[in-house]
């Protein structure tokens, strides 16, 4: 049985959103600042949040994370026709309990089964052991290392790894 759901993240999010968000261990390790009021989560949900394949992942009736499939022109990185890039965060307080692996796992199988992804693209800072566990978990394999910049404009080293239907 699955602990976890996923939904599209509502306006009414903002608050709880903003409460996981503004954590500096959170933000930053994933690619984007801390989030500095409810208005700006609010705001987020808007607009980031509001795109298509992007679920907050609900415990409860509490969202504690956000996956999303980024599918061209809305990734990092353009990966070639049938791919999409997998994003996630899972709160501090609910981390290392599955919901990361659990929620990416419901949104691969989306992705194969119904929206005719053929390649999924995942990327992490080098130093994100955590996550680099969760795509090992989920059978993704390192496909390469890539230098890029941060929000405040930082390099740093991202690895890339890929998981093909």
Avoid at 48 to 68: D, H, L, M, N, T
Avoid at 90 to 117: H, K, P, S, V
């Amino acid at each position: 049985m699955r602990e976890i759901t996923l939904r599209h993240w509502r306006g009414s999010d903002a608050e709880c959103l903003y409460h996981f968000a503004k954590n500096p261990k959170i933000g930053p390790i994933a690619g984007w600042p801390p989030h500095q009021s409810v208005e700006e989560s609010l705001t987020i949900i808007k607009t980031v949040f509001s795109r298509q394949e992007c679920y907050a992942v609900v415990k409860g009736e509490i969202p504690i994370g956000c996956v999303e499939l980024l599918i061209h022109p809305n990734g990092n990185h353009w990966w070639g026709e049938g791919s999409a890039e997998l994003g996630y965060w899972i709160a501090e307080e609910y981390q290392l309990r599955g919901y990361a692996t659990e929620a990416c796992g419901i949104l691969i199988e989306r992705a194969f089964n119904d929206l005719g992804i053929k390649r999924i693209f995942a990327t992490f800072k080098q130093e994100n052991v955590a996550s680099k566990r969760v795509l090992e978990k989920l059978g993704f394999r390192y496909y390469d290392e890539l230098n890029n910049v941060d929000y405040l404009n930082r390099p740093f080293r991202e690895i890339a790894m890929i998981l093909e239907k």
